[in-house]
């Protein structure tokens, strides 16, 4: 099936600075890629949808200056998680619909622990 | 607009036993239904999916799922529970010509085995 990749898998920083999470499509273009939140024992909480070239479309509740996404090109979107808390700590799942064929299958990337102390 | 339920929170079996997880879900229309095992720690996998056709869908690990439209249910199923099948299960909906639009996930059903 079609891969996702999510890098890095982990990642601790210090209060204040901003990290970087990228989400690849490896063997297929996709068009549209979401990125969503998990808290602990929770579902998946969607923060935004992006689209090769175009802004992404937050959801309601989140900061889209503390959440930045860009979708440069059709296999990478990066979502940079600016000046951050302890309170953004979370698990975070990127996914993207393949352009082509295959109906609306949505892949999952492996996902990312950001911790941050 | 469009909601997943899936009752059970906690689902305990022993193994070798069958297993049922629950999905209800509200659509307007017929809808994509998939679902997804999360182990600890880990990102999404896809078990299965529905799109069209016979109801009774294959997947991996030996899962299947029946979508039910008169219920709307599509319920996970799987006749031999093994040990490493523990973990936390998501039923999703998605639109037919989504364009941008998201998969709606029900809250997760976690699955524990015991021996």
């Known amino acids: 099936g079609a891969v996702v990749s999510q890098h890095p898998s982990r990642v601790i920083c210090k209060s204040g600075t901003s990290v970087k999470i990228e989400c690849r499509s490896l063997?297929?273009?996709?068009?549209?890629m979401f990125w969503y939140r998990q808290f602990p024992k929770k579902s998946l909480m969607l923060m935004a949808t992006?689209?090769?070239?175009?802004?992404?479309?937050?959801e309601q509740g989140v900061e889209k200056d503390k959440f930045l996404i860009n979708h440069a090109s059709l296999t990478l979107s990066t979502l940079t998680v600016t000046s951050a808390h302890p309170e953004d700590s979370s698990f975070y799942i990127c996914s993207a619909r393949a352009r082509q064929g295959g109906g609306n299958t949505i892949y999952f990337g492996e996902g990312s622990w950001l911790t941050v102390v | 607009a469009q909601s997943v339920t899936q009752p059970d929170i906690h689902i305990t079996v022993s193994e070798g036993a069958s297993l049922e997880l629950r999905c209800n879900y509200s659509?307007?229309?017929?809808?994509?239904l998939f679902w997804y095992v999360q182990s600890p720690g880990q990102g999404l996998q896809l078990l299965l999916k529905?799109?069209?056709?016979?109801?009774l869908v294959q997947g991996i690990k030996g899962f299947e799922a029946e979508f039910k439209r008169s219920q709307s249910s599509f319920n996970l199923r799987k006749p031999s529970v093994h040990w490493s099948d523990a973990a936390e299960y998501f039923c999703a909906v998605g639109a037919r010509n989504s364009g941008n639009t998201p998969l709606v996930f029900g809250k997760g059903t976690r699955l524990s085995v015991i021996a």
């Open positions: 659509y307007g229309a017929t809808p994509y």
């Open positions: 992006s689209n090769e070239g175009s802004k992404a479309t937050y």
């Open positions: 529905y799109f069209s056709g016979d109801t």
């Open positions: 063997d297929f273009q996709a068009t549209t």
